[in-house]
């Protein structure tokens, strides 16, 4: 009986010292990781097309580096490029975006994954190309790093332009 009076003290003790241990290593690595960031939240209408839109609006206000960070909506047309495929497949119909994530900049261009669903809940993904249409709507929320740059890099081993980050010389006022 006395062991499992002890038992909720250690699991008190246990939680404190990884608490402390969460804490000094936030507080030790966070400063590393900071970057300034910028919203953008962008609503497409019917018929316009996901990608030609996202990277005219990152070239038309000079963002070297955004990340997707939020999407809803709907699409009445897509066009995806699944993995190790050369062409996109175009899937029409009315389908729900469960997902849209990814990488662009002005000059570095884009390498997003879209996620639809039919009206069954079957999810289809892969690469987002141009030539998808929106149906209803598009909310889209991005976050773009003033400090830092996005460039494609041809990468040796896998023989794809990957994606290199490296620091700004300046960032936006």
Known sequence: ??????????????????????TSVSASVHPQMKSAVEAHVLRLGPGEDPKVVLMNYVRENKINSASVV?????????FIRYANQKEPVKIEGYREVV???????????????LSISDANGVTLGGHLAEGSKVYTTLEI????????TFNRVLDPKTT??????TRSDFSKP
């Open 141 to 148: 929320v991005l976050q773009s790093y003033p400090d830092i």
């Open 1 to 22: 009986m006395e062991h499992n009076k002890s038992m909720p003290h250690l699991f008190y003790q246990i939680s404190i010292i990884f608490i402390g241990l969460i």
């Open 70 to 78: 939020s999407v809803v909506g709907s699409l009445k047309l897509a």
């Open 160 to 165: 794809f332009e990957e994606l290199s980050v």
């Open 99 to 113: 997902s849209l994530s990814g990488t662009l900049g002005a000059t570095s261009g884009s390498h997003l994954h």
